[in-house]
């Protein structure tokens, strides 16, 4: 049976976005994937859009107590293999992202596939100069100064979310805090030379 990948979108009032997000999977060569979309309770024209939505892209809109919060409600409905997530206005970097890691050659041990990330934003990200706009992943003792892997670059191993979730105390960096307790229990991560996702710089979690 084909593995299967679940892609979690936390939004809030960003239809533009999100359709640029949903049409970026969609052309995707890679098909056996499902799609939740974590809506805050967004205005009535989002509402609708989000009505429209078919299978294999769902949704669930509430109020909720911010991103992390929106992604946990996420991983808890997904029940695919590996979970990615993208911001609302992200893009996968072309359409043969999801074919190639999932036809990676890793072992079974490996819980963590990350690559590197274009920033696309208007902002200047702290991570990167105005010639490069590049976030490469790593995963090394870097990681007690600053995260070496990006959400919107990373996949997970469902698996490693059973006895954790993203701690909603950190408003802003819930995900490197994530990203470090993996390391510091030693969680096999295997590094990609190759762009997942194009990010736009003006997240809320852009300096990590």
């Known amino acids: 049976m084909q593995v299967k990948?679940?892609?979690?979108?936390?939004?809030l009032n960003n239809l533009y976005g999100l359709?640029?997000?949903i049409e970026s999977i969609q052309n995707q060569t890679f098909r056996n994937f499902e799609v939740w979309v974590i809506d805050g309770n967004s205005n009535q024209e989002s509402q609708k859009y989000l009505k429209s939505l078919k299978k294999p892209f769902y949704y669930k809109s509430e109020n909720d107590e911010g991103i992390y919060d929106a992604m946990n409600k996420g991983v808890a409905l997904s029940k695919g293999e590996w979970l990615f997530f993208l911001g609302a206005g992200d893009t996968l970097f072309d359409e043969k992202v999801l074919e190639k890691v999932i036809n990676l050659n890793i072992d079974r041990k490996t819980s963590i596939i990350s690559g590197s990330i274009l920033?696309?934003?208007?902002?200047?990200a702290f991570v990167y100069s105005k010639k490069n706009r590049i976030k490469k992943a790593s995963w090394s003792y870097f990681m007690w100064i600053r995260n070496?892997?990006?959400?919107q670059g990373t996949?997970?191993?469902?698996?490693?979310?059973?006895n954790k979730k993203f701690n909603t105390n950190y408003k802003i960096?819930?995900?490197?805090?994530?990203n470090l307790s993996l390391f510091v229990e030693k969680e096999n991560c295997y590094l990609i030379d190759s762009f997942?996702?194009?990010?736009?710089?003006?997240?809320v979690s852009n300096p990590i």
């Open 19 to 21: 359709k640029k997000t």
């Open 196 to 203: 997942i996702a194009k990010c736009t710089s003006d997240g």
């Open 119 to 124: 920033y696309t934003g208007s902002n200047q």
């Open 173 to 178: 960096l819930a995900d490197y805090y994530f």
């Open 5 to 11: 990948i679940s892609i979690v979108i936390p939004v």
């Open 148 to 151: 070496g892997l990006h959400h």
């Open 155 to 162: 996949f997970y191993k469902s698996n490693v979310f059973l």
